[in-house]
């Protein structure tokens, strides 16, 4: 007998989910019964209703996968640095470049300068 180490339970199939149905419909049968007249019934149904209990186990099998979780560092915000704008002769709005530079001089006057005063779009 092979011992499972993730202890997760096999996903749920059309008939289970037709039996948890069946289940809440007849609540006043006991167990045995239940199982015995859900599986005559399960039989006799049409394949079309019985895809539709398949379909609803597979939509929920995948919404219960649960994919592995990867831990990314990321900086916090008091370690990040501004972002540096950049003008150049073809452009007319600022562009962000990431900073290679361990300190900014121009940090500070970026911060409170307007450039949207001196940047018009109508301008060519």
Do not use: C
């Not at 379909?55 to 592995?68: F, G, M, N």
């Not at 370690?79 to 470049?97: A, G």
């Amino acid at each position: 007998m092979k011992i499972r180490r993730n202890n997760r339970s096999r996903p749920a199939n059309g008939f289970s989910i037709f039996v948890k149905f069946y289940t809440r419909r007849y609540k006043s049968q006991n167990s045995q019964e239940r199982m015995k007249n859900a599986s005559k019934i399960w039989k006799s149904l049409p394949n079309e209703v019985k895809n539709d209990f398949i379909k609803y186990a597979h939509d929920e099998h995948i919404l219960k996968e649960t994919p592995p979780v990867v831990s990314i560092p990321t900086e916090s915000a008091e370690n990040r640095k501004p972002p540096i704008f950049i003008f150049d002769e073809k452009s007319t709005k600022p562009h962000y470049v990431k900073s290679t530079e361990t300190s900014n001089p121009f940090s500070s006057l970026e911060e409170f300068f307007d450039f949207e005063k001196y940047i018009n779009d109508n301008d060519n």
